[in-house]
């Protein structure tokens, strides 16, 4: 069957597709070391597994409404209170299948064709396509590592356009673990002041995976006067292991959040009922589990920051949250393989770390940041610290000059 136009304007998720890759390796009986996977390896809390089966025995299985239950409503007015000082209302609140859904039906709310849509780059693998898929253009802004792979002020200006409708601000960020400083967020929220026709989408869906001192900065509540014009996303699924639960929110401007509400209620009518009950019971309850895996996020990162900078070709800065490190790898392109095959570029690299050392990561140019390859902390010191080795006995084959033996 003839499928639509739109497709062609966007190609599958990258780390869907490498982890798809290291599933069939896998298969073929080879040990892969996988530092791809985007998600918690942390079981769900178990309070949060006790509400959904209370809801299931209480016979909570109907739907619900579109915008989500009551209950889940108030946990999540409640936590943006107590994270950010807001104070929002239910006509401000919408929720859906995982937050990636939540962006999409925004940008599907919002975007014609010609619309604008800024990316800083590097970013979320799924911002450009999901852009493209909503007939709109997204404009890649590249943010290099000298600016903490930020966007600035100056960067900002420089971009808008008549046709710019969103800025997209993930913080902290997915490759590289970036957060926007509060000083930092309100020289962005100066430049946007000054172009009312410009909204900004935040995705804080790592905002508590976050190793600072102070809570993670908001721009919803660090300049109230653009209160109209952001719309905040976050989720469960970082934060308390709930990946597979789906239910992602997103908070805004009420004519946004009942457009976005009238497109759920044609496509999937409302996220799962026992998943709303399990999110809104992370929510509310005790947050020793945050806490604690905050704890190990934390060491694993110091440890993997450690040895990744201890390999000679690679570089990498310290992220200010997520469980992502985005490494430079810029020293290997233009080496060889054992083989005498070129680094060319990041993927190759990527590719040597797989058939060389069966380490799995996914390059930078999937993230808009080509020279980098991504790694994931988010699995086990063992595996880190092994993976790590192998990666130093990857880059320690490559040489300047193809050897006499390749030749």
Known sequence: MKTAARLGRIKPSPSTAAAQRVRELKSQGLTILDLTVGEPDFDTPDH??????????????????????????????????????????????????????????????????????????????????????????????DCPEADGFKLTPERLTAAITEHTRWVVLNTPGNPTGSAYTTAELRALAEVLLAHPQVGVLTDEIYDEIWYGDESAGSLAAVEPRLADRVFLTNGVSKTYAMTGWRIGYGVGPTDLVTAINTLQSQTS??????????????????????????????????????LVNDVPQLSCTVPDGGFYLLVNCQAAVGQFTPAGTRIENDEDFARHLLDSQQVAVIHGAAYGAPGYFRISFATSTDVLTEACERIAAACAELTNAPSEHAL
């Open 269 to 306: 009518s409302c996220p799962s009922s026992v998943s709303q009950a399990a999110a809104a019971a992370a929510l509310t309850g005790p947050q020793d589990f945050v806490q604690d895996t905050v704890r190990v996020y934390r060491a694993r990162r110091d440890e993997t920051v450690k």
């Open 48 to 141: 949060v597994k006790a509400a959904a089966i209370r809801a299931i025995e209480a016979g909570e299985t109907k739907y619900t409404p579109v915008n989500g239950t009551s209950a889940l409503r108030a946990a999540i007015t409640g936590k943006l209170r107590e994270r950010h000082g807001l104070d929002v209302t239910d006509a401000n609140i919408t929720v859906g299948g995982g937050a990636k859904q939540v962006i999409f039906l925004a940008l599907m709310a919002t975007l014609d064709e010609g619309d604008e849509v800024i990316v800083p780059a590097p970013y979320w693998v799924s911002y450009p396509d999901m852009v493209r898929a909503n007939d709109g253009t997204p404009v890649i802004v």
